[in-house]
């Protein structure tokens, strides 16, 4: 859902910048991972109401000798346009990034990209790895990547992660910088946090707390576990709802 993280992360991280945008110098945007269970989400896509594709959502907790990873895995489908598969794995105590590893194929008459990914990992304040392009010749461009990452920044991917959300309450607008993988800059990641409502999602009624950015909410959950049960564009035209949860299918370390 590379088109997600485009949505969210649309302007550069300056604190003028976002707060311009805000109308107020925002809060520190701040993650709890412990709040996430360990949980399998299937997802529909809706576009103008009609079924587009799916997704699948796990959150693995991997537990290790001194501290925790929460490894987030998603593979998605939107007809007739783009596949994925994206992993993250984070400190799940205390939120800090670890590696993001995100392929895409494409499929579109009007762009001679059919494949982007990326494989970045963060150590000792810098995030290294790799980026790769692939066209309809066959080529692919292998791009470096090694550059800063300040502490208290993190992944675009982390959108991914909005029900870890811990300090946001209705009218505060929140920012953290965010590392924008796939074209190597830093943006705001941010929200604002909107009145809590009532929701009905195929999975079922939840209550939630919408948390809008740019041109689109998400609908995190406010008791209970913490997850996001749905998505949207503000005008309603795209749409993605939780149909059910499972028990986690273990990833290979």
């Given at each position: 859902?590379r ?7 649309a302007?550069?991280f300056t ?6 945008t805000s109308?107020a110098?925002?809060?520190s945007?701040q993650f709890?991972l412990a709040?996430?269970?360990?949980t ?14 799916w ?5 693995e907790?991997?537990?290790l ?6 490894v987030?895995?998603a ?7 783009e ?9 799940r105590l ?6 993001t590893f995100?392929h895409?194929d494409?499929?579109?008459p009007r762009?001679?990209?059919v494949?982007?990914e990326?494989?970045?990992?963060v ?5 290294s790895g ?5 066209t309809?010749?066959?080529?692919v461009?292998i ?12 992944f675009s991917?982390?959108?991914f992660l909005a ?5 946001a ?10 590392y924008?993988e796939?074209?190597d800059?830093l943006?705001?990641l941010?929200f604002v946090a ?13 209550d ?9 909410r ?7 576990p913490?997850r996001?049960v749905k ?5 309603g035209t795209?749409s993605f709802?939780?149909?059910r949860?499972?028990p986690?299918?273990p990833?290979?370390p």
């Open positions: 859902m088109w997600l993280c485009f949505l969210l992360l302007s550069p604190p003028a910048a976002t707060a311009q109308g110098s925002p809060k945007l709890d709040q996430v269970p360990a399998r989400d299937s997802f529909v896509f809706r576009l103008r109401g009609e079924e587009r594709g997704a699948v959502w796990q959150y907790i991997r537990p000798e001194m501290t925790q990873e929460l987030y895995t593979t998605s489908e939107f007809r007739p346009i596949e994925e598969r994206l992993r993250v794995v984070v400190n205390t939120g800090q990034p670890i590696s995100h895409i494409l499929y579109s762009s001679d990209t494949m982007v990326h494989d970045l990992e150590k000792r304040g810098e995030v790799r980026r790769r392009v692939g309809k010749s066959g080529g461009k791009v470096p990547v090694t550059r800063p990452f300040a502490p208290g920044t993190v991917d982390y959108v029900g870890a959300v811990s300090n309450v209705p009218g505060d607008s929140l920012a953290v910088p965010a924008k796939f074209d800059s943006v705001a941010t909107e009145a809590p409502t009532s929701i009905e999602v195929p999975a079922g009624r939840f939630v707390l919408p948390l809008r950015s740019g041109g689109f998400i609908f995190a959950t406010r008791t209970g913490r996001v998505g949207q564009t503000l005008d795209f709802e939780l149909v949860s499972g986690v299918v990833t290979p």
